[in-house]
């Protein structure tokens, strides 16, 4: 945890983002990015779900490449102004619902084959987190699955690391409700694929 920081942040601080950035993060145009969303499918080991949810899809950059291995894919973000940019770029996408939500205050009915949450857990804090993660994991059948992408280094202004993002969650597969299926560490992020047991 941030003691400098440690207050889940709300849509506010991401409308003040996008307002000052259209693409605050280089999501269209880092080749960081690029090799992490490429690396983010090659990490999926069903050729399609049936029924997916992305929780924190911003500009839809990652969206639009995981749309054509779903049935359909709920894709939401808190942000409007990224939203915007999303529906543009998943016009011609029939597949891909999106929708402005605040996960885990607002959470739409699974079950889901698939829940991607990436670059997004360490914007809540600790009780934040463990709510979000028992809907995830209720939201998801058995052998359903979800995926876990974060930056590792520390960031200020966010109430955790990418790492205790992950580690919560491998606790969580320790203690029963979820199995780790595997995962890895790149220079500044790391992957972690588990399913519902």
Not at 8 to 34: C, I, K, M, R
Not at 45 to 60: D, M, N, Q, T, V
Not at 116 to 132: C, I, K
Not at 187 to 197: K, M, P, S, V
């Amino acid at each position: 945890m941030n003691p400098n920081q440690p207050h889940t942040l709300g849509a506010a601080y991401f409308d003040e983002v996008y307002q000052a950035n259209d693409d605050p993060w280089q999501f269209e145009t880092s080749p960081y990015e690029h090799a992490k969303y490429a690396d983010t499918l090659a990490a999926l080991p069903a050729p399609h779900y049936a029924r997916a949810f992305e929780i924190g899809c911003s500009l839809g950059v990652l969206t639009a490449q995981l749309a054509s291995r779903c049935g359909h894919l709920l894709a939401v973000d808190v942000a409007e102004a990224a939203l915007a940019r999303a529906r543009q770029r998943c016009a011609n996408l029939p597949q891909v619902e999106l929708r402005c939500l605040a996960v885990p205050d607002e959470f739409p009915p699974g079950p889901f084959d698939l829940i991607l949450v990436s670059e997004v857990g360490y914007y809540w804090d600790l009780p934040t987190l463990q709510r979000a993660a028992a809907l995830m994991i209720d939201a998801l059948p058995p052998g359903g699955q979800l995926l876990l992408v974060h930056w590792t280094p520390a960031v200020h202004d966010y109430p955790l690391t990418g790492d205790e993002v992950h580690d919560y969650f491998l606790g969580l597969a320790a203690a029963g409700p979820l199995r780790h299926l595997h995962g890895h560490r790149a220079e500044q992020y790391r992957l972690d694929l588990l399913a519902r047991r």
